[in-house]
C-alpha cells in the first residue's frame, strides 16, 4: 500500500528535522525586516505573520490525527516537535504586540484586554499552550500517565479555537482566509467528535 510506503520512507527522517524547517519563516522575516521588505509597518507586518505562522503550525498539529485515520499515513512522530515551534511562534508573536507595537503601555494593555475580544482569546490561546508546552517530554508522560497526558493535551483544541477566532476577529472584514482557517480547525475537531461519538456508540452497543 502506498500509505506503508511513505510510513516506511519517514521512518529514516527524524522528529528534530522539524525544528529548522519550521524556523525557515522567522529567517525570511528577519531578511525581510533588514532589507525594508515589510512595507510602512514593519512591526505590525511582523506580528501579524508570527501570529500567521503558529497558527498554521497549529492547525498542522491538529490534522496530523485525522490524516492517519483517512489515508493512514502517521506523522505522530513529528507532532510534539509541530506543537513547541507552533508555542515559539505564539510566544514571539505576543512579544511583538507587548514590546514594539504597544510597547509595555500596561494601562494600554489592561484597557485592551477588557474591551478587544480577539485580544483576550489571544491571550486564552497563549495561556492555555503553556502547559501543553512544559509537558511535550517524555518525562511529563511518565509521571502523568499516557492518560492524564493525553487528556491535559485535549487543550490543543482551545489553543487552535481561540487561535482562529482571534484571527478573524482581528482583521474585522471577514474577509476568506480567517474564515478558512476557522472553517479547518472547526472541520477538525467535527471529525475528532463524529469519531468519538461512534466509538463511544459501539462500546455501549
Known sequence: MLAQRINTALRAVPGWVIY???????LLLVWQTFSGALGVDPVKAIEHR???VALQLL???LAITPLRWATGVSLIRYRRAVGLMAFLYVVLHLATWLLLDIQ???????ADLLKRPYIM?????F????????????????RLGPAGWARLHKLTYVAALA???????LVKAWPLEPMLYLGGVVALL???AIRNGRRAVARTA
Open 50 to 52: 508570527l501570529g500567521e
Open 127 to 142: 495561556a492555555v499552550m503553556i502547559p501543553l508546552a512544559l509537558t511535550s517530554n517524555n518525562a511529563s508522560i511518565r
Open 59 to 61: 492547525v498542522a498539529g
Open 190 to 192: 467535527a471529525v475528532r
Open 121 to 125: 482569546l489571544g491571550m486564552l490561546g
Open 104 to 110: 509595555l503601555r500596561w494601562a494600554e494593555i489592561g
Open 20 to 26: 529548522p524547517l519550521a524556523l525557515i519563516p522567522l
Open 163 to 169: 487561535g482562529a477566532l482571534h484571527f478573524l476577529l
